[in-house]
């Protein structure tokens, strides 16, 4: 089992960047594949980003690509996701997850392990 705790979240304006992290604890950090989602009002939680378990294999959602990166530092038992160029459609709450089982995925459905979510709000 392994917990979850995200930070980092706050306001920045259109254009501007953010930094979340996602700090693990329990288990092996580095037997997860690890991913961020994201929930806006009104609307279902969505793909952001995933990490392979040693960081070699990554993918992001089209809405995201160029914009953002994730990136992870096992021996700190932590996760990143680098956001640039922001745009008020990114506002929402970021979640971070984890699984152990297979390789990446996209599909929430895969995750057995999430944080607390953490609200990123972009102003126009």
């Known amino acids: 089992q392994v917990q979850l705790v995200e930070s980092g979240g706050g306001l920045a304006q259109a254009g501007g960047s953010l930094r979340l992290s996602c700090a693990g604890s329990?288990?092996?950090?580095?037997?997860?594949?690890m991913a961020w989602f994201r929930q806006a009002p009104g609307k279902e939680r969505e793909f952001v980003a995933t990490i392979s378990r040693s960081g070699g294999n990554t993918d992001y959602a089209d809405s995201v690509k160029g914009r953002f990166t994730i990136s992870r530092d096992n021996p700190k038992s932590t996760v990143y996701l680098q956001m640039n160029s922001l745009k008020p459609e990114d506002t929402a709450v970021y979640y971070c997850?984890?699984?152990?089982?297979?390789?990446?995925?996209?599909?929430?459905?895969?995750?057995?392990?999430w944080g607390q979510g953490t609200q990123v709000t972009v102003s126009s």
């Open positions: 997850a984890a699984h152990s089982v297979g390789w990446t995925s996209r599909q929430s459905t895969q995750y057995s392990y």
């Open positions: 329990g288990r092996t950090f580095s037997s997860y594949n």
